[in-house]
């Protein structure tokens, strides 16, 4: 067996003769270890939560290209009278280049009076003017009937399909209007679809790209991409924007793109802020087990000085004693560590139900391998830290003097 091999397994078999006074050393580094396990996996849910209420309350994945109708000159904004518009073949285009990560759709958009056929109530509503692909790429969901069809934007069939919102304000109950007309900026078209809207929308109508209530053309056709999650958002921003200069040239002036993302941005960082302030309180946890396990270790030395000097006399260098005392102060922290993490996992599963009955949220905690992995090394440290000091005053004691301490 080598030395070093030597030094760890009389370090273990010393924590092993004197197991409660192993266990009482790590009190410290257990409260210390379990506080930040359940920060860093309370702050991980709560960053989880906050991300998901984003999402389904706004447009945080869409990317919305819009040609620019105006030009500064000056100070003043200019109408350009030859601004790009858009066509159903740069939306499949545009689709095809981006793949399976993103939906894309066409749509023009104008606000519109809806009534239903027959009565004089008027509702306020936005009218979007759209392809097939717009379900997918507004991630709205069909409740009753179809969506808009590739037959009806090539036919220009009247046609439209209406929030659920929408509808029950129509008629009090939405499905119903399936199959029956209503009336969109004076045209009658027949209700094909009702559909769910993901984005917090109430008064939607979609209607087929060119329909005839758009009128004449107040806002130009835009471009929208749906990321398949909130992450790819940058990346595709990127291949979006050489997509246009591709296909348009290189003015940058000529389309305005723009997404939601800052606002995970900001999400993040004022959740890792939450997580740096706790976490550096409960470090300071951590801290105080380490002074314990400091103390420990220079009791332990002034107890067994004498067997330190056989050692020693026996052949033992100095860094085989520093080893065996390193050892002795990593096995403390990370038994600590362990119990932490296990005491923490436990403080989390009785959190959760407490928070979800006051709060009434489907709040979920985030325990993930990387917490544990950060409790683990963040006691390991303290223990090398804090046993260092302790070992190397044993390895320095003097052979002769420590054999005839008693």
């Known amino acids: 067996m080598s030395r070093l091999h030597l030094s760890v397994a009389v370090g273990l078999q010393t924590l092993q003769q004197s197991p409660l006074h192993t266990l009482l050393s790590t009190l410290g580094i257990v409260v210390g270890v379990a506080s930040l396990v359940a920060i860093l996996s309370l702050g991980d849910g709560l960053e989880r939560f906050a991300r998901d209420q984003i999402e389904s309350t706004t447009d945080?994945?869409?990317?919305?290209v819009t040609p620019r109708t105006t030009r500064e000159i000056d100070g003043?904004?200019?109408?350009?009278?030859?601004?790009?518009?858009?066509?159903?073949a740069d939306a499949?285009?545009?689709?095809?280049?981006?793949g399976a990560n993103a939906a894309v759709a066409l749509a023009q958009l104008r606000g519109a009076q809806v009534r239903i056929e027959g009565d004089t109530t008027i509702h306020g509503a936005v009218l979007a003017a759209t392809t097939p692909e717009a379900l997918t790429a507004s991630g709205d969901s069909l409740i009753a009937g179809r969506f808009i069809s590739e037959p009806d934007v090539v036919e220009g069939t009247r046609v439209v399909v209406l929030t659920a919102a929408l509808a029950d304000r129509l008629v009090g109950t939405g499905t119903g209007l399936v199959g029956n007309a209503v009336v969109v900026n004076g045209e009658r078209h027949d209700v094909v679809g009702i559909v769910h809207n993901a984005r917090g929308q109430s008064a939607v109508v979609y209607?087929?790209?060119?329909?005839?209530?758009?009128?004449?053309?107040?806002?130009?056709?835009q471009l929208t991409v749906l990321a398949a999650k909130v992450e790819d958002v940058p990346g595709l921003q990127v291949r979006v924007e050489q997509w246009l200069q591709g296909r348009y040239g290189p003015d940058e002036e000529t389309f305005r793109v723009t997404t939601n993302a800052w606002r995970v941005e900001q999400t993040r960082?004022?959740?890792?802020?939450f997580k740096l302030v706790m976490g550096t309180i409960t470090g300071i946890a951590i801290v105080v087990g380490g002074i314990g396990v400091m103390n420990v270790l220079l009791v332990s030395i002034a107890q067994r000085t004498r067997e330190i000097g056989i050692r020693r006399a026996s052949g033992a260098r100095r860094r085989d004693v520093l080893v065996q005392f390193l050892?002795?102060?990593v096995t403390i922290a990370g038994a600590g560590s362990l119990l932490g993490i296990v005491l923490g996992y436990v403080a989390m599963l009785a959190f959760v139900p407490i928070a979800r009955r006051l709060t009434d949220v489907p709040f979920q905690t985030g325990f993930s391998v990387s917490t544990v992995v950060v409790a683990m090394l963040a006691a390991i440290a303290v223990?090398?830290?804090?046993?260092?000091?302790p070992a190397w005053r044993a390895s320095h004691l003097e052979p002769a003097e420590a054999v005839r301490h008693e």
């Open 269 to 273: 960082r004022a959740v890792l802020l």
């Open 327 to 329: 050892v002795e102060s």
């Open 76 to 88: 003043i904004a200019v109408q350009r009278p030859d601004y790009p518009r858009f066509s159903r």
């Open 92 to 98: 499949l285009d545009l689709g095809g280049q981006l």
């Open 60 to 64: 945080l994945q869409l990317i919305t």
């Open 207 to 221: 209607a087929p790209l060119g329909v005839p209530a758009m009128g004449r053309e107040t806002n130009p056709a």
């Open 383 to 389: 223990g090398v830290a804090f046993g260092a000091y």
